[in-house]
């Protein structure tokens, strides 16, 4: 499938690629910010629609160039259209092997490398993130696809088990820096500490200057969920979190987890919790 698909997916890693060194810098605190990236899956857009968003609303944020959209190796017809089809992996391994098998949906522009102290990535992978999302950026580059790195705060456990101030442990090991210097765009996965939002706040920060200090064209998105391991979030903290990074990162990855293996404790999806902040982004055309 690769390979018959290579120019299509040239042509679409083109598109993706032609954007990527646009919204790097932070934005100017004078000047107003661009229409914000989005990393979402085809689930999320699904249940924000259940949630109220029109498809008109859902096209008017999502179908653009702007949004790498995830819905893995066998994906529906997408929600919206104009998107940039991406694809998730949680470990090198498998992503190696279905590059090499030309296993990707057609037209795939970009792929995430999601490296997290969970089952679903290698424990040798979980120990050296820096060593594997180097391979797995030179890999994606290799196949003409956009690389996302998005490496968990939870990796601190693996790599800093003594610390107990996992943000600071992140910082301190130089994450967000190893994760940016091969990729094209990274997630700060900060959408753990939406409920303290200095917490929040002062991380993303660090790690967005961290980031563009290793790869000052590095894309830089954070996380935004709306539960997070099955906290409470409200949409009024949700939209604080957006709006407290918002001159610092280039747009979010916005999360709507389910209970699953792989997030036990999440519970039952949250959509409308972001629907106030998506509908007053849609009215702006953004």
Known sequence: MFRASA????????????GLWQAAAPVSATASPPPPRWIITQTA????????????????L?????TYLSGGLTPPAPPVSGALRTVSFTSYRVMERQLAGSHLPAGTSAVIYDNEHWRFTPAD?????????????????????????APAVD???????????RYAAYLRLGLAA???????????????????????????EAAAAQARRANPHVIVLAGLSTNPSGQHVSSAQ???AYNAVRADVSGYWLNIPSHGAACPACGTPQPKVAVPLLEMLARAGA
Do not use: W
Request: a negative charge.
């Open 7 to 18: 120019l299509k997916m040239s042509a679409c890693a083109a598109v993706a690629a032609a």
């Open 45 to 60: 857009v699904g249940l924000l629609g259940s949630a109220g968003l029109t498809h008109a609303q859902l096209q008017t």
């Open 62 to 66: 999502f179908g653009n160039s702007r």
């Open 125 to 149: 992978e979980q120990r050296d993130p820096a060593k594997y999302e180097e391979l797995a950026a030179k890999l994606a580059h290799a196949h003409h696809l956009v690389f996302i790195s």
């Open 155 to 165: 990796l601190t456990e693996v790599l800093a088990p003594e610390q107990s101030d």
């Open 178 to 204: 190893s994760a940016a210097r091969h990729a094209g765009v990274i997630d700060i996965q900060a959408q753990g500490s939406e409920t303290s939002l200095p917490t929040f706040t002062s991380f993303v």
């Open 238 to 240: 949700f939209t604080a």
